[in-house]
């Protein structure tokens, strides 16, 4: 069940720790993206990226970081500025803008700020 | 604004029961519209896209746009039906798409 691969899984880090989730994806797409999921809120947009060393802010941008430096891989840091860190996070991408309503997902990462 | 409202965060209906998620939809544009869907412990998916008129897992989504409704139907609906299900809709002016608060679906024996 390649794809896109995330991890890890489960995080823990202290609060007011800088934290880095890693999203991967092997299908050759150009536009990547990352969300929130929290429950009874659905999925929130983070960060997105149409294309490498070009990025977007989505809905909820305050407090998180990313990085596009190469096509398969877009990192984000949950940094300290976030208020309420502790969420399930989702990566996906999508193949172009033909195509962008189509969006594959990775398991997720589930960061838990103590 | 644009946005996308699922009323309903749980539904819980019979095995052979019809089901409706229902998906209400501001837009100001011609709107592209999708559901997607997440059963117990795999990835978020895609189920069915509006503009490709198709029935999924006996699955169909109309898009109203007097009503700006999409609601996803099925007439009889199963136990493997059991999931968490989203509408979203494809904002092309921002290359993003805007998804519900989604509803969950729960189908007993």
């Known amino acids: 069940d390649g794809g896109i691969t995330q991890s890890p899984k489960y995080l823990f880090r202290k609060e007011g720790q800088n934290v880095t989730l890693s999203c991967e994806q092997n299908l050759n797409h150009d536009a990547m993206y990352w969300y929130r999921q929290d429950p009874g809120q659905g999925l929130r947009l983070i960060y997105y990226s149409q294309i490498v060393n070009d990025f977007q802010k989505g809905d909820i941008a305050e407090g998180y970081s990313v990085s596009r430096e190469k096509k398969e891989s877009f990192p984000l840091t949950v940094t300290s500025a976030q208020k309420n860190p502790t969420a399930f996070y989702l990566c996906?991408?999508?193949?172009?803008?033909?195509?962008?309503?189509?969006?594959?997902f990775g398991p997720g990462t589930r960061l838990t700020v103590l | 604004a644009q946005r996308v409202t699922q009323p309903e965060k749980l539904l819980s209906v019979f095995k052979g029961a019809p089901v409706e998620l229902k998906c209400n939809y501001s837009?100001?544009?011609?709107?592209?519209l999708f559901w997607y869907v997440q059963y117990s412990r795999q990835r978020l998916q895609l189920l069915l896209r509006h503009i490709s008129r198709e029935s999924i897992k006996g699955f169909t989504a109309d898009l109203n746009k007097g009503e700006t409704s999409f609601h996803l139907k099925k007439p009889f609906a199963q136990e493997e039906d059991s999931a968490m299900y989203y509408c979203a809709l494809l904002q092309r002016g921002f290359q993003k798409l805007v998804f519900g608060t989604g509803t969950r679906l729960l189908v007993s024996p």
């Open positions: 996906a991408s999508s193949n172009g803008l033909a195509a962008m309503g189509e969006q594959f």
């Open positions: 837009y100001s544009g011609s709107p592209e």
